[in-house]
Nanobody, 127 residues
């Protein structure tokens, strides 16, 4: 019954910005953490950024540090990803992820740490 509702994807030129949003809708309980993964054509899926409910701490992939910022509204189970200085290499399908309390306490950019996945939103960066 939990659905991750995403918005904000689209097409942008290199150097531009986009902001992604994701909310855990339906009958979702408060989440331990939420974040984003992505998969580019011909590439493996990789973690992008995660934010934790308890302390607001974050994890970022090395190739997005300094360009992407993740934030949250804990009461609404909502997460945002501000993406600046976008590069063609950022072109990918972006997936929202969420982890309910009691699922895991491991903090890492790993698919196994998250129980809910969104349908994905496409981000295309052209040059």
């Amino acid at each position: 019954q939990v659905q991750l509702v995403e918005s904000g994807g689209g097409s942008v030129q290199a150097g531009g910005s986009l902001r992604l949003s994701c909310a855990a809708a339906g009958y979702a309980s408060r989440m331990n953490s939420m974040g984003w993964f992505r998969q580019a054509p011909g590439k493996e899926r990789e973690g992008v950024a995660i934010i934790y409910d308890g302390d607001g701490s974050t994890l970022y992939a090395d190739d997005v540090k300094g360009r992407f910022t993740i934030s949250q509204d804990n009461a609404k189970n909502t997460v945002y990803l501000q993406m600046n200085s976008l590069q063609t290499e950022d072109t990918a399908m972006y997936y929202c992820v969420a982890r309910p309390y009691g699922f895991s306490k491991t903090r890492a950019l790993s698919e196994a740490n998250f129980g809910y996945w969104g349908q994905g939103t496409q981000v295309t960066v052209s040059s």
